[in-house]
């Protein structure tokens, strides 16, 4: 999303009581009927609300009390783009912690009355024990227990939404009130079921913060994971500041075990780097002068000296916590069908539940055989219950089983432990769409230089005339080419170097432009170049390399003929290499049925030679960076709107945005980067098949909690409007519908681990 900054503001809420896509709703449907809103985005996994705000829009006082009225406490509100990861920790922290309070206040009185209540139903009557249940129960319904939940619901129907507390006051206020009924006129005491209700909410609320803070511990732990501060050097001393005060081109001295206090460039000194947060790799890193490295990676051994290239918002870390932020809180399409349904929700509970009540009191001889049926199966149906009673504990029922919060919590949840597992492994997926795209991708184009390759020559063949040693070879080329800046050059020193070759003295150096170059070493004239450039110098011995130049072209190489006093004395031939990993991950996409397509500059017989190599279906040569946007729209005409895309260089970014997911290399430009769907971060095309496997496996089990957690909805509602559910049970299966789904969601790592290992999603 884009704004203007002289146009809107963006204030951002901390609403720790949002904890699911249906408080989400409810936050969003009461701040969209302020004027002067513009956009309001939705995070349930780090509980933020932010809002685009118009200039003469609300401020955030008045954000803060529409939110409040909706039956939601603001713990925080702020206009500070950045994340403060100690921050959002202590809110977090709180909000457990006052969770956990409450369900202290409100579980050992019930247990007391758990405790009383079974000898005197079954045993023993205890004289005065309605008045001890009804004391025991009023802090539980009435004070710290439950005060905030009537608050909640207050709040909410005063708002014209209703949210999840109000079906709990709805269960647990009726039957206090009317068990009190007992102290005049001998009846059914239903105080009981009002305190276990209640507890049973609250359970079911700090159980839900626990487990979510599992499902979100990624970023959390992303959040905390930079240096709190950084040695740089200041008039010539070394000294200590907060990271938040670094600023671009300051120098870091970081020493051994130190983290990386920001992104930066390293200007002396030499070291390996442990970047596992960033890439998933736990084999560490060389880093040299030169070398970028990133902030919050860790320095293994030797002392470097750092010049600061990003600081704040601006760093790696700050922009992966973006991405897995902004694809917690984004929406997957198929959503939609649970935000419809929660949207009317409460309610419809609320009429089903008084329909329930009416047809109990109105149809009580219909409604018997039902109960006598179930009696023989259910321990707690009561057949011969009074009328009255079976109505209200039918009623009731319905108010407290009723489970919104399931279906609300069935994408987020999901999306949270899968973009989790993402940063793990370095694979970044910006939003929930993609993932549900994703999964049904058909072809995969690939980039070639710089995806499939390397992106860089490398000495590849060297073949030696006859009578003439390899090595002996290598020492003219490297000698006369180590006087150029080539590219291909420098591929031929680095090669021979590699191969032990230490290249000598050269002197008369000329350089015949793009056709070759010449030098004289140890008294030998050298001439290094094409051959048409030997032809015309008279060299002899070309014919005898005809056959392996040949060979070496028609596997895409740049070859060049190496002469000395005359004579053809071999080839070198120069590549830009596979990287490793590129035919494996090839394989992979076509174990999981896509059919690949590479799309590249290069003239046709080089980019053939590396199909080849690797496995390419089909070859797209010579198109030109505004061409490759019609090869894509091409190939989505053909195959539908199934189009995947990698790439990572800047030509790539229009295609990556006209593929349906687009997928760059976390190596790559940052405008193809903030031009995809899904980074990432290692720079290795084996990624993308994880990234296939994962947003399959994360896909599986959003439906797979919207299945559950509209099926429990489907099934459960009925049977308690029937009498069958008893409110107890009720609110117990409520708690484990809402478990069960981030229970589920959790389990997609042990899932995709699997997946990972080669099964089928």
């Known amino acids: 999303m884009s704004t203007t900054a002289t146009a809107t503001t963006r204030i951002t809420l901390t609403v720790p009581g949002m904890g699911s896509d249906h408080c989400a709703g409810i936050v969003r449907t009461t701040l969209q009927r302020l004027n002067g809103v513009e956009t309001i985005e939705t995070n349930i996994a780090s509980h933020r609300v932010s809002v685009d705000v118009a200039a003469n829009g609300p401020d955030g006082d008045a954000l803060k009390r529409a939110v409040e009225g909706a039956g939601y406490d603001v713990a925080a509100v702020s206009r500070q783009a950045e994340e403060d990861g100690e921050a959002v920790a202590a809110i977090e922290e709180g909000y457990l912690r006052q969770a956990r309070k409450r369900l202290w206040i409100a579980g050992v009185p019930t247990t007391l009355i758990m405790l009383l209540m079974m000898p005197h139903m079954f045993w023993q009557p205890i004289p005065g024990y309605l008045a001890i249940v009804a004391l025991l129960a009023f802090p539980v319904v009435f004070l710290h227990g439950g005060a905030a939940t009537h608050r909640s619901s207050w709040r909410s129907l005063k708002n014209g939404t209703f949210n999840m507390d109000v079906l709990i006051s709805m269960g647990s206020l009726p039957p206090y009130l009317i068990g009190l009924v007992g102290f005049v006129y001998p009846m059914t005491s239903f105080i009981e079921m009002a305190a276990t209700i209640m507890t049973f909410h609250l359970l079911g609320r700090y159980l839900e913060a626990l487990a979510k803070g599992r499902a979100s511990q990624a970023i959390r732990r992303l959040l905390t994971l930079g240096a709190k501060t950084a040695r740089v050097e200041r008039d010539g001393e070394e000294v200590e500041v907060p990271v938040k005060e670094l600023e671009p081109g300051d120098i870091m001295i970081v020493r051994p075990g130190d983290k990386i206090p920001t992104d930066g ?58 991405l897995i932020d902004q694809a917690q809180g984004s929406r997957v399409p198929i959503q939609e069908f649970a935000d419809r349904m929660t949207g009317r929700f409460v309610p419809a509970v609320l009429l089903i539940s008084l329909a329930s009540l009416a047809a109990w009191l109105l149809f009580p001889d219909v409604l018997r055989p039902i109960l006598d049926w179930g009696a023989s199966f259910l321990p707690w149906v009561n057949p011969d219950a009074d009328t009255p009673v079976l109505a209200l504990i039918a009623a009731i029922a319905v108010l407290v089983i009723a489970c919104p919060c399931a279906l609300g919590l069935a994408t987020p949840t999901a999306l949270m432990v899968g973009s989790g597992i993402g940063a793990e492994r370095g694979i970044l997926i910006r939003s929930g769409e993609a993932i549900q795209t994703f999964k049904d991708i058909k072809v995969m184009v690939l980039d070639k230089t710089g995806t499939i390759t390397r992106g860089e020559p490398k000495l590849t063949e060297v073949v030696a005339a006859e009578g003439v040693e390899e090595a002996q070879l290598l020492v003219l080329a490297a000698s006369v080419e180590n006087a150029s800046e080539h590219p291909i050059a420098r591929a031929i020193v680095d090669g021979s170097v590699a191969r032990g070759i230490k290249p000598g003295e050269v002197t008369e150096f000329r350089s015949t432009g793009a056709r070759g170059v010449s030098g004289r070493v140890d008294g030998k004239q050298v001439l290094i170049g094409n051959r048409r450039l030997l032809e015309e110098q008279g060299i002899e011995g070309l014919e005898a390399l005809d056959e392996a ?131 990432l971060v290692r720079g290795e095309l084996s990624g993308v098949v994880e990234a296939m496997h994962l947003s399959r496996a994360t896909f599986g089990k959003i439906v797979q909690n919207l299945l559950w957690a509209s099926g429990y909805n489907v099934a459960a509602i009925p049977m308690a409007a029937a009498g069958l559910l008893h409110p107890m049970i009720g609110v117990i299966a409520m708690t484990a519908s809402s478990l069960s789904v981030i229970g589920n969601s959790l389990l997609l790592k042990r899932r995709y681990a699997r997946v990972h290992k080669g099964d089928t999603p």
């Open 265 to 322: 460039e390293v200007i002396d000194g030499e070291s390996h780097l442990d970047e596992s947060i960033a890439t998933g790799e736990s084999i560490p890193v060389y880093k040299g002068p030169g070398d970028s490295v990133i902030g919050a990676t860790i320095n293994k051994e030797g002392r470097l000296r750092v010049r600061a290239t990003r600081v704040g918002g601006d760093t790696f870390l700050s922009q992966v916590v973006r």
């Open 549 to 679: 130049m040949r060979r070496l072209e028609a596997k895409g190489r740049t070859a060049v003929i190496v002469a000395a006093d005359g004579r053809a004395t071999g080839i070198v031939a120069v590549a830009d290499t596979l990287k490793e990993e590129s035919i494996e991950a090839i394989r992979g996409m076509h174990s999981l049925g896509l059919h690949v397509v590479m799309i590249t500059g290069d003239n046709e017989r080089a980019a053939r030679a590396v199909a080849d190599e690797v496995g390419i279906d089909e070859v797209q040569a010579g198109v030109l960076p505004e061409g490759k946007v019609e090869a894509i729209r091409a190939l989505q005409k053909k195959h539908g709107n199934h189009v995947a895309m990698v790439g990572d260089g800047i030509n790539d970014a229009a295609a990556l945005k006209q593929a349906n997911v687009g997928i760059a290399i976390g190596a790559g430009a940052d405008v193809a980067i903030e031009a995809a769907d899904v980074t």
